[in-house]
């Protein structure tokens, strides 16, 4: 593709051959043919989020960037555009671990003697918990540790970067020459401060811009805008500034300049925002010069605020805005929170609740705002609503940090609102907190530790309080020696005791004092005060590679019954695996007397994730060579259990053994396939099998299912003998259906075109899947778009009449189908409708429950079960591709999306079409392949663009058609977009007669009359009514 704008010819001229227009255009057309070999590294995503949301030249070419086949993106969290949500991996760069950071300050020879000091005034500060991950941040924090002015730092994140700044300051005074005594003191003020608003407008105009590398361009603009005091050119002084990194062009006026890191030009930015909000000055762009643009960049700081104040780009700014802001004047944050309040709201809700969130969190508590309860309290209202929409699958707000503490206790609080609740609805409700704070696994205060402490003690709420603990970061004095006053307690019943030994467990690094109590416990003649001791403090007792085999054999042998179990726990969970440890176990699992305790040391053995491979050559001997059954039971078991690949010689060994003994085959088949990769001679072993037509179909089928430990790099002759396999139709079906299962992962095939045409006729499901999989990789010219559709079409009636889990076969042939019809835009109106009928049964079946393996045969071993849901949604991604749908597509659409039939699955296909969670984010309940399907992006962008919605770069139309059917289309969506919303940011607006829906993929609004501006917001209205969100009750 050729971008007559911006191209790849253009790219490469800017980057690598400025002065060499031929090179460029020789790279170009050479990359043309060879784009498949070449890696892009594009970093900041979200600093060309603007460019994406407008129609552009430019963001053509960046969307033409994002969809090659090889790409390294990285982004701030929040950037989410449709052309990334296919990845194959996402990886989130956590920065600085805790560990990391206790040993980058044990490094640091200013630190030494204070590190427990610093740790425990970063525990205490959620802020800067996030903050120190950032190891220049960590750094800055150092640097102003001995500072007095640290001292007074309060729990916000202006609050630090105010002391940060202040300090780094009085460093650059020096290095600016402000602090000179031979000029007035007047004179080295007027200085700095012409210096600080340098900072201020450069962060501002560039964060207006998305502009983080200032150039030369950029820093002449600046200077013909200020006129420096004598001896202060611009670019000097920038080099003297601790917040100011430049890059390393060896010619100074070449440099670039940032700032030391994002946040810091987000506060300077913050700064100048303030200045202006209090002083009423008007904002100035320095980079817009010649350029008016009043709809982007307003003059007015209110106008400002509120047209980017649920920009995912200025989380960050608003929380320093607001801290700034507290800190200067309480009459100006009380304005400020009321402009907050004001028009345009986001009619969803999260989006304006997280805003809320965050800001009251750069506010101290012990300040007169006055309106922070009525906040608070709807943050409480929204949590219980959370809780409510989908059972809890957008669970965002409670998970943040900010959340407030006194309704987070409130909620915890069991005594009490047992008083005034249902039981059952409480108990739901607290299960469901104490789940979304396991999951987030983010520091807690005290006082909140101390409410799950509390649920600790009670039964129904044991296993998740104790759960929850387990996953803190770290716990507090308090609640650690609260645990262990339970853990002594022999009044105490003893699933409480266990569970105390559980979370102490769950915590790698224990204070001192605590580790010492357990070392103690350990000399207790109480065998189960001594399990539990081992049990909780694991290496912190001792290493089982330092104790005699005899006291190995003595504990499994003689702690059998009821001290038997915590003896397993205690001895797994003190020792270091070792292959002298697990020699130890395999040789006591073989020859020991007890039958309990050779029971007990496989039990040790499988605990084990990963064994030495030593340790699995000589299990396999031990299978080889064993008579007793239970042992090779206990053997097989072991082997099962691993997750890794076995040595080539364990591999080898276990083919043999698959040769030779009938009796294990089916148990070998499947270690071998959890095997991912195969020796080529263990391949071709399994192949001799499958060419003797004298072994049975159920030996063969076996040999199938071992290769699937190869299934991704199986040897050509291996290959050859499979097709051949599956192009004979007078082997079993079942045999057929194996081989054309495990066909369908090669990337190559070697039957010919006609015998694939043939096979896309055969009476097997999965003949024909394969074939069409294959045909449509070779030749995908071959398979017309009306024919895919016909396989669809041919699958309906079986899928009506008997369901979905009748045979799995009949499913992937459709979802091949499918697949093959992505990226196709010339659907015939005939096609979209076979389509949306497909997506109609799909989501009628989706609440059919998954089948049990006994009730597929054979088929089960070939096919993970294929989910209707998914099926579902890329049947709407195929339409969703069409430049143009026809008028009856777009009823049927519309009455699909307003039906009530089956509402809780289609609430999870409407999040699904109109939005991309990521998979994680998925309920828990829904099918496992609905987290991993490939969810349909901007799909509802196209939707809203086919029905008039225009971007706001577009010009709007002042007229107000029919809208009835587009208010109706947002209340159809609207459970979607708010399920969407707890997941990214997406808003719904009202500005003036503009409905407004903003999402990465773009802004979008329409023009309403004044009529259905009032009905939109009555319908919203009678929904947050009945769930009782936006509303200032407090329960």
Known sequence: MTNPGYNFKSLFKDEFFPDNDEFAEELARDWSTKSGDSLFVLDGLDEVSKILAKE????????????????????????????????????????????????????????????????????????????????????????????????GIHDTMAGIYIAICQ???EKDLQKLQLDDPESLPSENQSKFQHVQTILELLAFSGLSRNLADFTTDHRDVLARHFRSPKGFPLDATLRCISFMRSSDSPELSNRNYHFLHLTFQEFFAAQYFVRRWIDSVELEYVFNEGESDAENCPAQPFKFLQIYKYSPDYDVFWRLVTGLMAARSADHLRLFFAAVEQEPLDLLGPAHQRLVMHCLAEVDEKSELLIRPKLEARLYQWMMFERDIEDGAGATILAEPGFPEAYLCKALDYHSLRRTMHLQRLDSRILWILFVLKRNKRPLSEKVEARIFELLIEEKFRDEAAITLKCLPSLSMITLRGIMKLLMDKLKDQGLRNAAADVLRGHASLPEEIVNDLIALRRNEDEHLWALAAFASGDYVFDLTKESACLVSLLLGDYVGEGQDWAIRGLYLTMTPSEKTESTLVRLMKEHQSSEARESSAILLGKIPRLFPATLAVLVQVLSDCHDARTTCLVISLLHQQRQKFPESSQEALASLFLRMPDLRFDIAYILREQHSLPTEVSMTLMCVLENEENDAGYRHLAIEALNGSIDCLPHPVVIVLTNLVANDSHSDVLRSSAAALLRYQSTSPADTETLERLLRDKSSCVRSFALKTLSYRDPGLLTTSSLCGVLERQLPHFEVDGWTTESAQAVEAFEALEALQGRSDLLPSDEM??????????????????????????????PFVSPLVMAVVAATILARQPQLSEATKESLLRSLSTADNKRVFRFLSAALFGHQKQTMLPPMTDDLVRSAILTPGFLDRILKSFG?????????KSAPNTSIYVDLIFALHSGLVLRSCFERVTLCIDGNLCIIDQSQGRRSLYFSDGEIDRLRHGIGVFNKHYGIFSDSDE
């Not at 200013?110 to 500060?125: A, K, N």
């Not at 919605?949 to 139309?957: F, H, N, V, Y």
């Open 949 to 957: 919605w225009r971007l706001t770069s577009e010009p709007q139309s």
């Open 834 to 863: 076979v389509l949306l009928r497909f997506m109609s049964i799909a989501r009628a079946l989706a609440h059919e429950p998954r089948p049990k393996e006994e009730h597929l045969g054979p088929r089960i071993w070939l096919e």
């Open 167 to 169: 300090t780094l300051w």
């Open 56 to 151: 552009s030249r430019m963001k053509d070419f960046i969307e033409e960037l994002l969809r090659q086949p090889n790409l390294i993106v990285t982004s701030r969290p929040y950037a989410n555009h449709s052309a990334v949500a296919n990845v194959h991996l996402e990886a989130e760069v956590m920065g600085f671990h805790p560990d990391q950071v206790v040993a980058y300050l044990k490094a640091d020879p200013e630190m030494t003697g204070r590190v427990d000091e610093f740790m425990s005034f970063i525990d205490r500060r959620w802020i800067l918990r996030d903050l120190v991950q950032v190891p220049i941040l960590l750094d800055a924090l150092c640097f102003i540790w001995d500072n007095p002015r640290r001292k």
